[in-house]
Structures are given as structure tokens and as C-alpha cells.
């Protein structure tokens, strides 16, 4: 072997492999590294034996201890149904109004209520329920049918404008292209803007409130705050479903849009309705 395969500098001899002139010297492993290896093998042939590990062609080995971690979270949501179960027999039992007056029973119901949101309303409503252009805002205090609990139950069980549920909320603007002249809708446009907003011509707006008394008034009351009864919007409060200003608003008197909400309860049931509309109560806008 001779000399040449012991380094000068370090008096250590070299394996022979080099690689672009750097050679390699050959250091033993430092023996508590070697010992906690040794360890580490023992440690997993042990752990292989009494864990379940082995992947065999439809199961896995047991172990001797014969440990699931499946079967774990499987009593875990067991008991945690059982721990939820006095609570949901409760919802079942009251109204709204009871549970949201009932902190412990309102704690759990806009638990669940917020889940249930993220699953079924967020396509419309927004993950934080602030609605976009055609769907409502949840946060605000604008409501078209009322906002205490037990309206909104209602609205959310039986939906609107759902026509497979008899006891949907129904209300439709006619389309008033068909009913008025173009001026009047531009008059009454301009006026319906000028109670919330600015308009640039504040010559039509006297002659829009005589359209508004004569075509609006009967669904929207002759102050134009609305009509929860009829589902008939307040006019007044800047707060616009599908846009402001008097183009938005005179193309909506002209051929109105009409949203569909579908009805819940055939599809999450009694307690789960109960639930949202607690959720959906507490987000601020709630009467």
C-alpha cells in the first residue's frame, strides 16, 4: 500500500478514491455516533413489532400491542356526538329566539351554524357573508323580509323565489319597460337616486316622484322605505343590490332582475336551518 496512501498533513491514511484531485481520507465514524445508529436500528425493529407498520396487500401488520389510531379518533368522535348531543336536542326543541337567548345554546348553535355557512352559502354570500353585486350583504341591517331570528329561519328554510316550495318568499318588481314611457323611467331613476345619492339632473327628480306615486309606491310606500311584507326593498338607504346611480337604478325599473334563494330545509333539515339562522343573526345585522 505504501506512503503514498497516508496523508502528510494529517498523518492519516486515504480510502484511494479521489475525485478532481481531492482525496479522501479514511476517518472512522465517531463511536457515539456508531452506538446511537446501532440504537436507532434496535429502536425501529422494536417499534416495527409492537406498532402496527408492515403494509401488507389489504391491511398492515398489528403489533403486538395491537394499537389503531383509527379506532382512536373514531371513539374520539363518538364521544365528542355524545357530548354534542344534549345541545342539538335542545335546538330541536326550542325556537330561535330561545337559543339565541340562551348564551351557552347560542355559543354552540353559530359553531355549528358558521360551518354549516362555509359548506352551503359562501357561493353566494361571500366567505365573510358580505354578499356581492346581486347577492345580499349579511353584515348590514338591511333586510328585505326582516331580520330577527325567526324571519330569517324563514327565509332560509323555504328559500325565495324557490319554486318547488309552496311557502317560499315571493315577491316580483314587473318590468316597467312594458308599463311606462322611456322618460318616466329616466325621471323615476333620477329620483329613487336622489334620495340616497347626488343626480346630475335635478330637473327630473319632481317629475320622478310623481312616476314614483303613481307605479311605486304601492309595493315600496310613499316614502320609498319598503315593505318587509312584500319584500320590497328601501330605496332610501344607498344600500342597492345590483348597483347604484340612475343608470343602474332606471335599467332595473325597466327590466328588473330577479334572484333565486333555494330552500334548505328539505336538504339540511330542521336543526341545521335553526343553526344558520342563529349564525347568520349574530353577524351583526340581525334585528
Not at 4 to 26: A, F, Y
Not at 150 to 156: C, N
Not at 218 to 225: F, L, M, R
Not at 233 to 261: K, N
Amino acid at each position: 500500500m505504501g506512503s503514498e496512501h497516508i496523508d502528510e498533513v494529517s498523518g492519516i491514511s486515504m480510502t484511494g478514491h479521489e475525485w478532481d484531485g481531492i482525496k479522501e481520507l479514511n476517518n472512522p465514524l465517531p463511536r457515539w455516533w456508531v452506538i446511537t445508529f446501532y440504537i436507532t436500528i434496535a429502536w425501529a425493529i422494536g417499534y416495527t413489532v409492537v406498532y402496527p407498520a408492515w403494509p401488507m396487500l389489504t391491511s398492515a401488520t398489528r403489533g403486538v400491542l395491537g394499537y389503531s389510531s383509527r379506532r382512536d379518533v373514531k371513539n374520539e368522535l363518538a364521544a365528542a356526538e355524545v357530548a354534542k348531543g344534549k345541545f342539538v336536542a335542545a335546538i330541536q326543541a326550542k325556537t330561535v329566539s330561545e337559543i339565541t337567548a340562551d348564551n351557552t345554546l347560542r355559543e354552540f348553535a353559530i359553531a355549528a351554524g358558521g360551518a354549516a355557512f362555509k359548506v352551503n352559502c359562501v357561493q353566494c354570500h361571500g366567505s365573510g357573508a358580505q354578499g356581492s353585486k346581486g347577492f345580499p350583504n349579511l353584515n348590514d341591517d338591511d333586510w328585505l323580509w326582516g331580520g330577527n331570528a325567526e324571519q330569517i329561519q324563514q327565509t332560509i328554510a323555504h328559500g325565495i323565489r324557490f319554486a318547488s316550495d309552496p311557502d317560499t318568499r315571493l315577491s316580483e318588481m314587473p318590468a316597467f319597460g312594458d308599463i311606462i314611457t322611456t322618460d318616466q323611467i329616466k325621471q323615476v331613476g333620477a329620483y329613487v337616486a336622489s334620495l340616497s345619492d347626488p343626480v346630475q339632473d335635478t330637473s327630473l327628480i319632481e317629475r320622478g316622484a310623481n312616476v314614483f306615486a303613481e307605479n311605486c309606491a304601492a309595493c315600496h310606500g310613499e316614502n320609498a322605505k319598503g315593505n318587509r311584507e312584500l319584500g320590497a326593498p328601501d330605496l332610501t338607504d344607498a344600500i342597492w343590490l345590483y348597483g347604484s346611480g340612475e343608470t343602474a337604478i332606471a335599467a332595473q325599473v325597466r327590466a328588473p332582475r330577479h334572484g333565486v334563494m333555494p330552500a334548505w330545509i328539505g336538504r339540511l333539515g330542521e336543526i341545521k336551518v335553526k343553526e344558520l339562522a342563529v349564525y347568520v343573526h349574530s353577524l351583526g345585522g340581525g334585528e
